[in-house]
């Protein structure tokens, strides 16, 4: 497929990211600070009438975006659109995309107002922001035009899921007075296209921005803002922290998936006893290898050399436990691993901060996850990540709720315990 045919199929977003159900009353996030190796989150309090612009931290009055454009009104792009109209931004929304796109994306409701790509001068009039929500290498191809043809003061951003290319190819052609800082938001859906887009994609998922000094602190703190006021969490990473990081934790494991599904499907070719013993914990770790070419193609070509450093790392892991299997020094890896998988957060759209959880046993019976979270939605208590983890037909099982806060979870807990249900903290 060749880069201009997959200009508007910017794909399910980041890959390997689960979907997620509509928050019914999304809560904004405050900043946190994680450690110096996990990056610096970027936050501070929006004003209480902010109604798309942002306080500046440096000198400068309020900063507003006036005209917003999205360049690719599929999944991604769609759902900033939407988002951007359900927190009341003030600013015009501009959308980029294919005719048939544009159609589709203004009777949603996606887009103020709508232009084909060869029309792409057009909707760059008067805009101070421009987001690219295409496929990397269509992003590659944006950039040059889109900084020859943006008027100055202009912020540029886009969400590929690689970074360094992307933010060499912004230094080379953005001149003078135009700014650039790569994007990469931490969500995404099974779904595609601008008839997929959802207001809440980005409730609680981690935005990674690559920061720059040469872009003004306003029109930073600006952008900052408006992705906190869509309700992303934003992390500030450096593009070569970014790309060995998501090599290490996305993209090494479908590499794996991948070839592991492939092994195991060979070996069922030569004898068909493989695959019908595939049972949950294959299908769980080998999830991802569903995932399209089409999809990663792109991404490995821009991040081939820290996914080989990963691949090679872990080899050298696999040896190392080859020669050691049967010793009893083993259970040190099962151990350490078990902790450390232990600490992962468990929200799919890439919290960084661990949530707090309570465990609630639930009876086998329509409605009563729908029960639970009315009872708490009626109280105040927003529920920031479910998970259905035991069930028995006819015997019910055990949900997990997470909550951004300890006070929060500790109100679920009593209100459940109110209403008949068993609650308690991990």
């Given at each position: 497929m060749?880069?201009?045919?997959r200009?508007?199929q910017?794909g399910r977003?980041t890959?390997?990211?689960r979907p997620?159900?509509?928050?019914?009353?999304?809560?904004?996030?405050?900043?946190?600070?994680?450690?110096?190796?996990q990056?610096?989150?970027?936050g501070?309090?929006?004003?209480?009438?902010?109604p798309?612009?942002c306080?500046p931290?440096?000198r400068?009055g309020?900063v507003?975006?006036?005209r917003?454009?999205?360049?690719?009104?599929?999944?991604?792009?769609?759902s900033?659109?939407?988002?951007?109209?359900?927190?009341g931004?003030?600013g015009?929304?501009?959308?980029?995309?294919?005719?048939?796109?544009?159609?589709?994306?203004?009777?949603?409701?996606?887009i103020?107002e709508?232009?084909s790509?060869?029309q792409?001068d057009?909707?760059?009039v008067?805009?101070?922001?421009?987001?690219?929500?295409?496929?990397i290498?269509?992003?590659?191809?944006?950039i040059a035009?889109?900084?020859?043809?943006a008027?100055?003061?202009?912020?540029?951003?886009?969400?590929?899921s690689?970074k360094?290319?992307?933010v060499?190819a912004a230094?080379?052609?953005?001149g003078d007075?135009i700014?650039?800082?790569g994007?990469?938001?931490m969500?995404?859906?099974?779904?595609?296209?601008?008839?997929?887009a959802?207001p809440?994609l980005?409730q609680?998922a981690i935005y990674?921005?690559?920061?720059d000094?040469?872009v003004?602190?306003?029109?930073?703190?600006?952008?900052?803002?408006?992705?906190?006021?869509i309700?992303?969490r934003?992390l500030e990473?450096?593009?070569?922290?970014?790309?060995?990081?998501?090599a290490a934790?996305?993209?090494l494991?479908?590499?794996?998936a991948?070839?592991l599904?492939?092994?195991?499907g060979?070996l069922?070719?030569?004898?068909?006893?493989y695959?019908?013993?595939?049972?949950?914990?294959?299908?769980?770790?080998?999830r991802i290898?569903?995932?399209?070419?089409?999809?990663?193609?792109?991404?490995v070509a821009?991040?081939?050399?820290?996914?080989?450093?990963?691949?090679?790392?872990?080899?050298?892991?696999?040896k190392?436990?080859?020669?050691r299997?049967?010793?009893?020094?083993?259970g040190g890896?099962f151990?350490y691993a078990?902790?450390?998988?232990?600490?992962?957060p468990?929200d799919?759209?890439?919290?960084?901060h661990?949530?707090?959880?309570?465990l609630?046993?639930a009876?086998d019976?329509?409605g009563?996850?729908?029960e639970i979270g009315?009872?708490?939605?009626e109280?105040?208590v927003n529920?920031n990540d479910?998970e259905?983890?035991?069930?028995r037909?006819?015997?019910?099982?055990?949900?997990?709720?997470?909550?951004d806060s300890a006070e929060g979870?500790?109100?679920a807990i009593?209100?459940?315990?109110?209403?008949?249900?068993?609650a308690?903290?991990?």
């Open positions: 060749r880069a201009r045919d200009q508007d910017e977003g890959p390997g990211a997620r159900a509509r928050a019914s009353a999304a809560r904004q996030a405050q900043a946190i600070q994680p450690g110096a190796d990056g610096r989150f970027a501070g309090d929006l004003p209480a009438d902010h798309g612009g306080r931290r440096g400068g309020l507003f975006f006036r917003a454009v999205i360049v690719g009104v599929g999944l991604l792009g769609g900033l659109g939407l988002a951007l109209k359900r927190t931004f003030a015009r929304r501009v959308g980029v995309s294919r005719p048939e796109t544009v159609a589709q994306a203004l009777e949603l409701g996606v103020d709508g232009w790509y060869d792409l057009k909707a760059l008067g805009a101070d922001l421009v987001f690219i929500c295409t496929p290498q269509r992003i590659l191809e944006l035009e889109i900084g020859r043809l008027e100055p003061g202009a912020l540029i951003t886009d969400v590929g690689t360094r290319r992307i060499a230094r080379a052609h953005c007075g700014h650039f800082v994007g990469h938001p969500a995404g859906s099974e779904k595609s296209g601008v008839t997929a959802d809440f980005f609680n990674i921005l690559v920061p000094d040469a003004p602190a306003d029109r930073y703190r600006a952008l900052i803002d408006l992705l906190r006021l309700g992303a934003v990473l450096e593009a070569d922290h970014h790309d060995r990081a998501v934790i996305s993209h494991p479908q590499m794996l991948t070839s599904v492939e092994m195991v060979r069922n070719e030569e004898r068909d006893h695959l019908p013993l595939a049972a949950g914990g294959f299908r769980d770790l080998t290898a569903s995932s399209p070419f089409a999809m990663w193609e792109d991404i821009t991040n081939a050399d820290e996914i080989g450093g990963m691949i090679d790392r872990y080899i050298a892991a696999l190392d436990v080859k020669a299997l049967g010793e009893a020094s083993l890896d151990e078990n902790r450390i998988r232990g600490s992962i468990r799919a759209k890439g919290f960084i661990a949530l707090h959880e309570v609630v046993q009876e019976r329509p009563v996850i729908a009315r009872v708490l939605g109280a105040g529920i479910i259905v983890m035991k069930v037909e006819g015997e019910g099982g055990t949900l997990r709720l997470g909550f979870a500790e109100r009593g209100i459940l315990a109110g209403v008949g249900f068993t308690r903290r991990p």
